[in-house]
Nanobody
Framework: QVELVESGGGLVQAGGSLRLSCRAS????????MSWYRQAPGKQRELVAT???????DVSDSVKGRFTISRDTAKNMLYLEMNSLKPEDTAIYYC?????????????????WGQGTQVTVSS
């Protein structure tokens, strides 16, 4: 069993900052990539940023220069530092991982999602 748990969401005024965290736990062998996604009300889920290993491979144009993705691979943690927040950043933020894990006696590659954390930015 593998689980992703996000934390750090909340209500903040425009121009403020928040730091999201995602903890991966379970029988993880290796993590190929970890990402942050977000879904605003009435909109499709969209990619915010991705790390493959220790490299940042994707960052949405809408958050470039404001959000920073980072990882602590030893602790299986993923972070999203969000600065200069705007009302349009309001969404549920989800952690996603492409990983290899030990399912009983079998290695299994899976895409796993967290339950999400709400970020609300007031104007």
């Amino acid at each position: 069993q593998v689980e992703l748990v996000e934390s750090g969401g909340g209500l903040v005024q425009a121009g403020g900052s928040l730091r999201l965290s995602c903890r991966a736990s379970g029988s993880i062998v290796t993590t190929h990539a970890m990402s942050w996604y977000r879904q605003a009300p009435g909109k499709q889920r969209e990619l915010v940023a991705t790390m493959a290993g220790i490299r940042v491979t994707d960052v949405s144009d809408s958050v470039k220069g404001r959000f920073t993705i980072s990882r602590d691979t030893a602790k299986n943690m993923l972070y999203l530092e969000m600065n200069s927040l705007k009302p349009e950043d309001t969404a549920i933020y989800y952690c996603n991982a492409d990983l290899l894990w030990l399912n009983r006696a079998t290695y299994q590659r899976s895409e796993v999602w967290g339950q999400g954390t709400q970020v609300t930015v007031s104007s």
